[in-house]
């Protein structure tokens, strides 16, 4: 399995492991409006919405335009990186999770700048029928493709 | 896969199936609150939330003693039996649900019971860690447990 990951999606699995131990679930590459995608949304048990973008490189940091665009769809922007990145390049108040393919450690928390009642609403029940749609397609491998499946 | 499941969990499959072309996804086997475990929990895009419980024989039926209790978490409840099933035997005020391993049918809409909006708040945000959580098994199959996990 792991052979068949890129290091941002080794990075973004180790993330995912270490958030359990916040109480956070999380979906990788969710979409929370056209045109944007993020690497980890994780979700919080009081309904805490987290953005987690994996950078494996310097060169993969720098040629993201888009990430200040997470911003707002998020109570909490972290990059992920792992110990070889050169971390003073990331920009200020934006959180710092240090990772591995194993697991992560939070090393700054991003700062907190809440959704509104109605985005948090939609992008909970966004990440939900995402959540299920995906899990769907597990739990019955032979599942008929519907027209509108991707 | 198919000889793995019970005959009571064919018939959530077709109804997991179907409920796609009414715009629903679902999770099985969902507890809405302590001691109650419901078969068939399906998210709408609009937040609905319906409860299906499948019966493939008379026996399965009459001896589930829970259903009434899973009215009050849900905006309308269905029954979903095979094509075998005495339906004359289903209370009123219920929807029903033809279905089999395969596919599935509404032959009733349940009639609609609207939830509390703390309540549906609380359930939507319940069925999405659920539903990530159990992904997050399948697609990092080597996940470490949790001391919680049960």
């Known amino acids: 399995m792991d052979q068949d990951l890129q290091p941002g999606q080794l990075l973004a699995r180790g993330v995912s492991r270490h958030l359990r131990s916040h109480g956070f679930v999380s ?11 993020v690497d980890v949304m994780a979700l919080g048990p009081k309904g805490e919405l987290w953005v987690v973008e994996c950078k494996s490189s310097r060169a993969d ?20 990186v792992d110990i070889a990145f050169p ?36 992008l909970i029940q966004k990440f939900a029928m995402d959540a299920a749609r995906r899990l769907h397609r597990f739990r019955d491998p032979r599942l008929p493709a519907l027209p509108d499946d991707a």
């Open 27 to 37: 979906i990788e590459e969710f979409v929370p409006a056209r045109g944007l995608r």
């Open 61 to 80: 940091f720098q040629t993201d335009s888009k990430w200040q665009g997470y911003l707002e769809w998020c109570d909490r922007y972290f990059w992920a």
């Open 87 to 122: 971390t003073d390049l990331l920009p200020e108040g934006t959180g710092l999770i240090m990772a591995d393919a194993y697991d992560a450690e939070i090393i700054r928390m991003g700062p907190e700048d809440k959704l509104a009642t109605a985005r948090r609403k939609k």
